[in-house]
């Protein structure tokens, strides 16, 4: 697969990710989109889950079902199914990605609430030190959601909103997913050109106050 911006293949040294071991947490924010791209470009072996929530909005946003959806990772288990394997911390995985994050399930991560596998999942990544991002979605924010996300940030998660930048001038709706999701493999540690970097500015654009330069 190429990037259509870059012509690029979207990874280099793909093959040092070949046994990295992630888990998808899909909750019911808009944006399914990013949680199945992320399925779609994440090397190693995948298992997501998806809430009840994120299952209904992936009907309406993208027309796709929860088998669809677990037709991207090599293995699934539902939300409420708290027997799971991965709902213990004896069991290793490498990293947990929630995208989209809800505020709703962000808060209740920052509260230390598991009353579903993928908040299970969540409480278990801070207590074991494993990586977890949270890629949030929802605006605007209130001071509840602004002070959860602190917390979650000070016990070592890695909280990010899904916004896309442009000054690798996006030229379709795709390439800003792909901004956004290739920012969250650049958190879990995957080299990835999904989308294309900040080069220093070298480019010029002419604006209506005539040529100036890009500022990140
Ligand atoms: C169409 C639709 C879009 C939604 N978008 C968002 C959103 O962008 N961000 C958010 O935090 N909640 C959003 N919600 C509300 C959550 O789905 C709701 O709080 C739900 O309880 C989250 O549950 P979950 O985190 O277990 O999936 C949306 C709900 C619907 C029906």
Redesign the pocket.
């Known amino acids: 697969m190429r990037n259509s911006l870059t012509g690029e293949e979207f990874f280099s040294g793909h093959h040092l990710h070949a046994t990295m071991n992630t888990i998808v947490g899909i ?4 944006g399914v989109v990013y949680g199945t791209r992320l399925l779609e470009v994440l090397p190693g072996r995948k298992t997501v889950i998806v ?1 009840e ?2 299952s209904r ?1 992936a009907q ?1 946003e993208l027309g796709m079902t929860e088998s669809d959806i677990y037709a991207l990772a090599d293995r699934h288990f539902t939300n409420d199914d708290m027997f799971s394997p991965i709902a213990s911390g004896s069991v290793k995985f490498d990293a947990l990605a929630i995208a989209p994050c ?4 962000m808060s209740k991560i920052a509260c230390g609430i598991s009353d ?1 596998l993928i908040t299970r999942v969540a409480a278990v990544a801070l207590k074991e030190r494993r990586k977890m991002v949270l890629l949030m ?2 605006s605007p924010l209130s001071s509840i959601h602004l002070s959860n996300m602190e917390r979650l940030a000070c016990a070592g998660a890695v909280v990010m909103p899904a916004s896309p930048a442009f000054y690798p001038k996006p030229k379709s709706v795709q390439d800003m997913i792909d901004f956004v999701v290739g920012r969250v493999l650049d958190e879990l540690g995957v080299e990835n050109r999904l989308y294309r970097r900040w080069s220093g500015g070298a480019e010029k654009v002419t604006g209506s106050r005539g040529s100036r330069r890009i500022r990140r």
């Open positions: 909750t019911g924010a808009s809430s929530e994120a909005i309406v809800s505020a709703s399930t579903n979605r929802e």
